[in-house]
């Protein structure tokens, strides 16, 4: 995205780098040397328009509810369901109906989510504003303001509209919903180069972000969709979805199916015209119940329960799934782009690493947390004299406060000043009596100009001690000495100190110093001309936003899935790349930029994007373009986040996925999986879950489509030859949604499989009915034929009655399905052994359901009348049970074949 105008006379006001400009200047552009009147203000509302971001256009529920209807599955749901009640039977017409409703209503509750993210956004916006007019100060409605308002801001205040900085005291803003900085970033009036990046503009305050600390005044310069985050509102709204890769190769399927099926039916009944002398009425009959067996009725039924399951699955691991059908695309995903901050990190600053004048000592522990210690390089606990003092220094410099109770860990104040009291803990300081053992009598407040803050402390024993924390550089300009590990203290050693801050800087560290200086006795007030020298020099220490070590394990299990995971954030580029190094991503020898970025074209960012996995200072814009730059490569992007920066991207992405605790609402609505405790570690588990899901899936579809398969074959057969039909089209559709319906939904509860997390990620591309399903298929298909024929010509050969040869004939095609569950749980394993033949309790709860059934189905006078049958005797029984046992050790021996013939291919 082009850089804005920065030439006042070319650029429109809008579009305008206000970050370049003096805060006069500003004001000069928006002809507004002084606080507005009433008057001008109601002018200015009039031709800019309300500070708010339009409201989307929202589709009426008539129309949502016709987006639902044009599914080409739904289509073929609906065409199943008029034949089925042509026959005359209703009750199963009703049950595909049923489907279509259900499918149409998850679909139906689930539109609009583009709008909720809109709306969500927009809720963002600060609901009052305290402004400055030429009659004095008012509280007004936020969407009143208008550009050269003055606007007045005070901790806990969400900035109204984007506004140029005039006076800023100590003033801090939380933009972590805009560039994902975890702590809050330091603001001032001083101009700033014209290229600087969203989270480099300092001497601007970004509508929807809060005040941390300090107080400030600024002129708005932007309103409403001119905002910055009225920006990422336009770049939401123009952002497409993309469908998921089951929902392409669903539709795929429905349509080719179908048009098979119609050819099919087509050119039969003119072959059957030709050759079968059968009447015409009754072959029209028997071409529709052609088209009965080969619709597999039950498959949406199968796909929404295998979804469904999976849903709950996920839900037990705190993740909600806000669209079905995504559950299935994490198995997919083959790029994880995450945000860091809140997501890979904890979004708690700790003290990871302090150095002192015996050398670096590492911190342990996680965020806030009171569990950890200060260890050296061997790893043992340190402890000293002078690491007390360091300790003392951090406790006391501070204005923060944690408390640990059951309920977890609660930070007042300032995330790196708590950061600093919890390493105070882990040193052994007591920070609870400290402050009543050495109680404050005067302070020098941190600021931007003085870079450090200063207390004077006393013991009640008349001692006196200055201790002071702030900028390295400007903590080292006020020491004379230090103090070493004994506590004594002894000269400076400059090129130490700089040679340790610079290494810590390089490594992605927030770089602190903490120094003392003793004073007189009675000594009671502080000025900032009492530390220009003599100050003592305790130590330094380095604080991250550290990675989460949930995050580090999870990551190590996707890149041994074939996933990769990138890194983006607005953070700076010497951060991310430590943290990248912590995490374990695979390529973090490089960093680029949102300015590096924008040098690229489009051909240039689909080869970069491949060969970087961190991605620094980026915008909305950046995360989009890295996004559509790895789907054009052909990836299934799963997209992290929790900022308002991050809706777009996620709202394109495959799987959007946002944090549920820490992340905004705006984020939320525009993801498709939410997860409730914000932990990287459970998108690991999304992935296992989405993988089973797709393996389940296509257990149905090679447990379906050969009952189909059977069943057409035998009926095209029987047409062509002239024969009499072995199954009529009531009983086919018996078969195929009540026995196969129930018998498949088992396949939905399957386990995960134990190398599921080894294989790489399937091609989005990729066909449900390819290699080995397709053969599987077709072979059982065959196989279901040779089974219903032979029942046929049994009891034909021994009973002389098509009646009882259509009963036997069904009951031994559900004997063959019965037996064929056993064999498709396992496509690429033996299924005679004792897991494989005792199977799980749904499996063995439905398969006796199935034989209750349809023992009502043999032997009940009704279901006699209804569907054509008689009882059958206890060897017609036996008969369909040995055909089934023979059809599964067939498929053992095919497994057992196949696996001799291209394991060795394999390795």
């Not at 200063?454 to 200055?466: M, Q």
């Not at 299924?831 to 199977?839: A, F």
């Amino acid at each position: 995205m082009p850089r804005p105008d920065t030439n006042p006379a070319t650029a429109p006001v809008s579009e305008l780098a206000w970050h370049a400009l003096a805060a006069d200047e500003a004001r000069s552009q928006l002809q507004a040397p002084a606080p507005l009147s009433a008057a001008e203000a109601g002018d200015r509302l009039r031709r800019h328009g309300a500070n708010a971001l339009p409201e989307a256009r929202v589709r009426g529920p008539w129309l949502r509810l016709v987006q639902q209807l044009r599914n080409f599955l739904i289509y073929v749901l609906a065409t199943a369901a008029v034949i089925t009640a042509s026959l005359g039977h209703w009750v199963d017409a009703s049950v595909i109906l049923a489907v279509v409703v259900i499918q149409t209503f998850v679909g139906f509750i689930q539109e609009g989510r583009a709008e909720q993210a809109l709306s969500a956004i927009r809720h963002m916006l600060a609901p009052k504003a305290r402004v400055l007019r030429a009659d004095g100060q008012h509280m007004v409605d936020a969407a009143t303001l208008v550009p050269g308002d003055t606007v007045l801001l005070e901790p806990g205040d969400r900035v109204p509209a984007d506004l140029r900085l005039e006076k800023a005291h100590q003033l801090k803003i939380n933009e972590a919903i805009l560039t994902g900085e975890s702590q809050a970033a330091d603001k001032t009036t001083v101009v700033v180069n014209s290229d600087a990046v969203l989270g480099d503009q300092s001497n601007l305050a970004f509508s929807g972000t809060m005040v941390a600390t300090g107080t400030g005044r600024g002129v708005v310069v932007r309103t409403g969709q001119d905002t910055e985050i009225g920006r990422i509102s336009g770049l939401l709204a123009h952002t497409l979805s993309l469908r998921t890769p089951l929902l392409e190769q669903m539709d795929r399927f429905a349509r080719r199916l179908s048009a098979i099926v119609i050819l099919a039916g087509i050119a039969i009944f003119f072959g059957g015209l030709l050759f079968s002398g059968l009447p015409f009425r009754e072959l029209f009959m028997a071409v529709v119940g052609l088209t009965v067996a080969a619709i597999p009725e039950g498959l949406p039924a199968i796909l929404t329960i295998t979804l469904a399951i999976g849903v709950r699955e996920m839900a037990r691991r705190n993740a909600v799934v806000r669209r079905m059908p995504v559950i299935e695309t994490l198995g997919a995903v083959s790029v994880i782009c995450s945000d860091k901050t809140g997501t890979l990190t904890r979004n708690e600053m700790m003290v990871t690493r302090t150095v002192v004048v015996g050398g670096a000592l590492e911190v342990t522990g996680e965020g806030y947390g009171f569990d950890g210690a200060v260890t050296d390089a061997r790893g043992a606990p340190a402890r000293s004299p002078g690491l007390d003092e360091l300790a003392r220094a951090a406790a006391l410099c501070n204005d923060a406060q944690v408390v640990q109770d059951s309920s977890g860990v609660r930070v007042s104040g300032d995330p790196m000043e708590a950061a600093l009291l919890v390493f105070a803990r882990k040193v052994g300081f007591d920070v609870d009596d400290s402050a009543r053992d050495w109680p404050r009598r005067d302070e020098i407040p941190f600021d931007t100009e003085n870079r450090f803050m200063a207390t004077l402390n006393h013991d009640h024993h008349g001692h006196s001690v200055i201790y002071l924390k702030g900028a390295p550089e400007r903590v080292l300009e006020m020491c004379s000495g230090q103090v070493i590990e004994s506590g004594v203290v002894a000269e400076l050693d400059q090129p130490f100190w700089h040679a340790a801050i610079t290494d810590m800087a390089s490594e992605g560290f927030r770089v602190l110093a903490l120094a003392r200086k003793p004073v007189a006795r009675g000594v009671a007030d502080l000025a900032v001309e009492d530390l220009a020298q003599g100050a003592e020099l305790l130590g330094l220490v380095g604080l991250l936003d550290p990675p989460r070590q949930e995050a580090i394990q999870a990551i190590a299990e996707c890149r041994a899935a074939g996933i990769e995971v990138k890194m983006i954030t607005g953070d700076h580029a010497l951060t991310a790349g430590a943290i990248a190094r912590k995490l374990g991503l695979a390529n973090t020898r490089e960093v680029l930029t949102g300015s590096d970025l924008d040098r690229l074209d489009a051909s240039q960012l689909r080869g970069r994007v491949a060969e970087v996995d961190v991605f620094a200072r980026t915008s909305p814009e950046h995360k989009l373009r890295l996004v559509e730059a790895l789907q054009t490569r052909g990836a299934v992007v799963a997209m992290t986040g929790d900022g308002v920066n991050d809706a777009p991207a996620l709202k394109r992405a495959e799987v959007g996925i946002a944090m549920g605790v820490k992340g905004s609402e705006a984020a939320r609505e525009a993801a498709s999986v939410v997860l409730l405790d914000d932990n990287f570690a459970s998108i690991a588990a999304a992935v296992r879950e989405g993988r089973t899901v797709y393996a389940n899936l296509k257990k149905g579809i090679a447990f379906m489509l050969p009952i189909n398969g059977g069943e057409s074959i035998s009926l095209i057969t029987a047409l062509l030859l002239g024969l009499t039909l072995p199954i009529s089209a009531l009983q086919i559709l018996w078969v195929n949604m009540v026995s196969s319906v129930v018998l498949a939904m088992t396949l939905a509860f399957e386990p995960t499989e134990p190398d599921v997390m080894q294989r790489p990620p399937r091609a989005r591309n990729e066909s449900l009915m390819r290699g080995f399903v397709l053969w599987r298929v077709a072979l059982v298909s065959l196989l279901f034929l040779a089974g219903i024929f032979a029942a046929w010509y049994w009891a034909i050969h021994h009973y002389g009655n098509d009646q009882t040869a259509r009963t036997l004939a069904v009951n031994t095609l559900v004997a063959m399905e019965v037996f064929y569950l056993f064999a498709v749980r396992y496509l690429d394993s033996a299924s005679l052994t004792l897991r494989g033949v005792l199977g799980t309790p749904v499996v063995l709860l439905a398969v006796a359901g199935v034989l209750v059934l349809q023992l009502m189905f043999t032997y009940l006078p009704w279901f006699n009348q209804t569907f054509d049958t008689v009882p059958l005797s206890l060897g017609m029984l036996g008969f369909a049970g040995a055909t089934g046992v023979l059809l599964l050790l067939v498929l053992e021996a095919e497994t057992a074949l196949r696996r001799r013939l291209f394991s060795p291919l394999r390795g």
